[in-house]
């Protein structure tokens, strides 16, 4: 693909691609006119565009250009673990991927929990990163479970949504504060359900393959549990309700019954969730070691329904960079956790490529539902959008290699996976971030 290095003010045609864009229903041949960091015009059928003279030219035959993909949970290590990730690697590491824009996890040092932190953050966004970074808020001071923080003044300031990260929040009625504030400020309540006692020993999921590996289980109902208790909340106080990450059919189902009864809640999984199971960590392979743990290979196939049926709504990464000291251990003293920015869409054109997943559903669940749910710009190739884009060859091959890996951790389950298809080209705001 062209290098273009574009100053924002040459009008940019990307033709004889083919565009699937679910915010428009649109998955067919187009040409995309881009001026002023902005679609201009999107020409159905791959007619002409209209090009002033000065205009520079993509040629993407034979490509599919999507709108950027938006990842709704990535954990970042600056501030205070920037030997793990900087916002400024994570940027480049999601632009590899044509992930456009990422939410940022609080889950730093310190954590972002007040103005000045989340100003912060939007900061050296602006300054050091090469896609979209939109800061999160903890929902309550410190993680401590507590104290609510000012979560309006924090909705002002740029926070996108209200989140503990990985943390549990076991206080009901302090959840519930948090549900009936963060609605009245238009604020999404995203949180991982997880019970801090019925998993705390555990380390993967509960059942033979732990019993034979000799490693103590976390069962399902560890998620299942908090998340009833979370749906139910948001029930009573009418919040938005997102369930970060599930990964069991029961959770699906819980889904599906509160938003059939009138919640106003979504849900999202991990790409891992989508591609693995807990027959992946073989002897004891530590980058497998996941929150939540990856699941029996039934669940997963129920993911894959419930993501296709429309109750799971956004596919993240998960994205969440951990160093040697705290991956090369024994499985069970190691750090949950794993990298995906970069293998996000790539993991995901597998449920495409096997039948299981349209092409569209995928497309609407790592754009335009993100967008949609967070409140974000992007995820659509309308006019008037941001030109915020991936080109990408669904069918070329690749493997994963280790030294090939943009972020600065390099803990992935993907090491020397093979893919069909891969990213060429990302563009945000009418300017190229990755050209591979």
Avoid at 21 to 46: C, F, K, T, V, W
Avoid at 84 to 102: D, N, Q
Avoid at 123 to 135: E, F, K, M, Q, T
Avoid at 157 to 162: D, F, I, L, S, Y
Wanted: glycine share 10%.
């Amino acid at each position: 693909m062209p290098d273009l290095r574009q100053n924002g003010d040459c009008p940019i045609i990307i033709r004889g691609g083919h565009v699937v864009d679910p915010s428009q229903g649109l998955d067919g041949p187009a040409s995309i006119r881009i001026e002023n960091g902005m679609i201009a015009s999107i020409h159905r059928g791959g007619g002409d565009p209209g090009a002033p003279d000065a205009a520079e030219f993509i040629e993407a035959a034979g490509k599919h250009i999507f709108p950027g993909f938006i990842d709704a949970r990535v954990y970042v290590g600056e501030p205070g673990a920037e030997h793990r990730e900087t916002i400024a690697s994570a940027s480049r590491a999601a632009a590899a991927g044509g992930v456009t824009g990422f939410v940022m996890m609080p889950e730093t040092d310190p954590i972002i929990d007040d103005v000045a932190l989340v100003d912060y953050v939007r900061r050296l966004a602006r300054d050091n990163a090469v896609v979209h970074v939109y800061p999160s808020t903890a929902i309550t001071k410190g993680f401590g479970g507590e104290t609510l923080t000012e979560l309006g003044l924090l909705r002002e300031a740029g926070a996108v949504m209200a989140t503990e990260g990985s943390h549990s929040l076991r206080n009901s009625l302090t959840l519930r504060r948090a549900m009936t504030y963060a609605k009245d400020f238009g604020l999404v309540i995203a949180k991982e359900t997880t019970d801090p006692d019925l998993s705390s020993n555990g380390v993967m999921n509960e059942g033979l393959i732990a019993t034979h590996l000799g490693l103590p289980g976390i069962p399902r109902e560890a998620e299942t549990i908090p998340l009833e208790r979370d749906l139910s909340l948001a029930a009573l106080t009418g919040a938005s309700y997102h369930a970060a990450k599930i990964s069991t059919s029961a959770s699906a189902q819980e889904i599906a019954r509160y938003r059939g009864d009138g919640a106003s809640v979504t849900a999202g999984i991990s790409i891992n969730h989508l591609s693995l199971n807990e027959n992946d960590i073989g002897r004891y392979r530590t980058f497998f070691r996941l929150s939540p743990p990856l699941r029996s290979e039934e669940d997963r196939l129920a993911m894959i329904e419930a993501l296709a049926n429309g109750v799971i709504d956004i596919i993240v990464s998960s994205h969440d960079p951990q160093d040697v000291d705290t991956k090369r251990l024994p499985f069970a003293e190691a750090a949950a956790g794993a990298i995906g920015l970069e293998t996000l869409f790539a993991a995901a054109l597998r449920l495409h490529h096997s039948g299981e997943i349209t092409l569209t559903r995928l497309a609407e669940c790592l754009s335009a539902n993100p967008a949609r749910i967070f409140g974000l710009p992007g995820g659509t190739l309308a006019r008037g959008a941001p030109a915020d884009l991936a080109i990408a060859d669904l069918d070329l091959p690749w493997v994963l290699r280790e030294e090939d890996i943009v972020s600065r951790s390099k803990n992935t389950p993907f090491e020397g996976a093979r893919f069909t298809g891969k990213v060429l080209q990302t563009m945000v705001a009418g300017r190229i971030v990755f050209n591979s």
